[in-house]
């Protein structure tokens, strides 16, 4: 299963990054906006450091816009997906630019059905919105797993790309059903560091070792 990073602060990807089991990046208009950049060097300073897709989301609600801002985006770096949600102008957007041989991620999903019309255009991913269509009332892990059995069913190439992903519990999930990739937040990966049970027993460890030294230097 590949981990991306959800986020658009090129500084936490950085430091997730570092610890060796990043495969790939999603970003959105949204997260662009709450740092200082551009989309592009947002894009770009991911891109110096990062070997994998790095998902960026049109703005343009037309097919010929998000085709024109697709176009422009994949020259931002050296494996660019093409986010785009998924209304009828982005399957119809999808369609062209699979055709077109460009990488693609179908987002903004929150139907099994979606997700079908998305693979047959080709999708390279499809990103179903685990934790917000929870917050809407939908069950978030009955999607998720609809859209793996239909792929299955099928042998889609596409991959499931779990996205909205609230705490550790949604990615052992994903896991555990098949999902190809789950992309975690920045308070996610925290939530992976600061786990209060490993945490506990280090210090439990560590009051028994008490004094004793540096084992290195043969204590
Ligand atoms: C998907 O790629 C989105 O960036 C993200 O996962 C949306 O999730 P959120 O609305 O829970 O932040």
Known sequence: MKIFADT????????????GFIDGVTTNPQLVADT?????????GIDEFLEGPISVQVTASSEAGMIEQAREFDTWGDD???????TKPGLKALDTLSDEGYKTNATVLFSPVQALFAAKNGATFVSPWWGDANDAGFNGFDLVRDVIEIYDSYD????????????????AESAKI???IATI?????????????????????????????????GA
């Open 36 to 44: 200082d950049q551009s989309y592009e060097a947002v894009v770009r």
């Open 80 to 86: 660019i997906a093409i986010k785009i949600p998924m």
């Open 156 to 171: 889609f190439d596409t991959e499931v790309l779990v996205a909205s992903i609230r705490n550790p519990r949604y990615v």
């Open 8 to 19: 658009a602060d090129v500084e936490a990807i950085r430091e997730a990054h570092a610890c």
């Open 185 to 217: 937040p920045p308070f996610v990966f925290d939530m992976f560091w600061e786990n209060p049970m490993t945490g506990a027993f280090i210090d439990n460890i560590m009051d028994h070792w008490g004094d004793r030294g540096d084992p290195a230097e």
């Open 178 to 180: 098949g999902a190809d």
